[in-house]
């Protein structure tokens, strides 16, 4: 496998310190997103939840407490010890994902099987799980692999547990999401020096099998024709859509603040969830969107410099595909809400009510920061600006 040689391949025995601003966008990420929720989710939870109006930000401080400690575990984790434990995060992925299929342990919601049952009401998405293991199983891989290695024998073991989680995923009825997968298993093979040969029948295979799969199903048939026809379905299927767009305009330039003026927020059901940009969006207006999406770009800014700069390509491809995830994740979902793209089940990373999304979430700002300190002095690793340009062939 040819690769682009971004990164230098040398041992990670000393570390240095970590990205602070790289620490500082995400708290500051993690933070509007807990304002966010106690913004826009205390009307539906007084509602539903025995006028506990705090239900949704209580739970999602108890799920940022636990995503808390696997940060510090995975961030204080040197690199080596990291990769020993790859296959067992790979395997315990795939038996979560099978236990979704068990009755008694699963718990079904909308006619799919995504969850698992948790201690104290709580649920678990093993798929937001696979999100991390995929990139995670992807980065070890592509680091064993030897620097002329091309043949089938070195990327076909690679693609089939690629394909398995994916398999396991999009039988969750989760379709949104092993799309989502696949999108981020090609972005990471082309990271590792893939060439076009590989990618491009397993497209010419995927892309039929996605239309049959979206055709097979009425609801997706019903986001598609609502993203098309924006006046079908006003009532039924594309009113949460319609709803979400309406309460971004009702927040204007400035914002309608974060008191009673939030009048068109209580029209989008369950708006805690996958339309909570709208309810950022109508609370803090355009400035409000703005300022949001700079503080993302600053983050990927920063992750991406972090993956350039690590001397170790295990850390270097993780800590990418980790930011990818994040970065990706938010602005498909922002284009979902804003009426650019068809209604998906992604959520938005820190602002989405979610146990298993802000755990997953933080688990991989663990592993970004731990790549972020492997970093080297300057002359210590091997420049960007040093690659030849016969490195950058991918065809």
Known sequence: MSQYDFYAHKPTGAYHKSDIWLLISMLLLWGLGMFTIFVCSQSYAARFFNNDSLYFV???????????????????LDMETMKKLVMYLVLGTIILCALTFVKPISVEKNGARRWIRMPMRFTFQP????????????ASYFEKLNEDASGEKDVLPCVGVFMLMVLLVLLQRDFSTSVFLVAIGILMFFVAGAKLKWVIPFLIFAIPVGILIITTEQYRLERIIGFLKPEEGTQSFNYQALAARATISAGGIWGAGI???????????????????????????YVGVVAYILLLAFFAWRGFRAALNCPDRFAAYGCFGCVAVIVMQSIINCMVVCGLLPSTGIPLPFFSVGGSSIIVT???????????????KAEDFTKFEDISVDTLTVI
């Open 259 to 285: 008191g009673s003026g939030l009048t068109k927020l209580n029209s989008i059901p369950e708006v805690q969830a996958d339309y909570i940009f709208a309810g950022w969006s109508e609370a803090m207006g």
């Open 362 to 376: 933080l688990a991989m700002c663990g592993f970004i920061l731990n790549a972020s300190r492997c970093q080297e």
């Open 127 to 138: 798929s937001e799980l696979v999100k991390f293991s995929l990139v995670i199983y992807l």
């Open 58 to 76: 209580r739970r999602q401080l108890i799920c940022s407490g636990a995503g808390l400690i696997i940060f510090l575990v995975i961030f204080f």
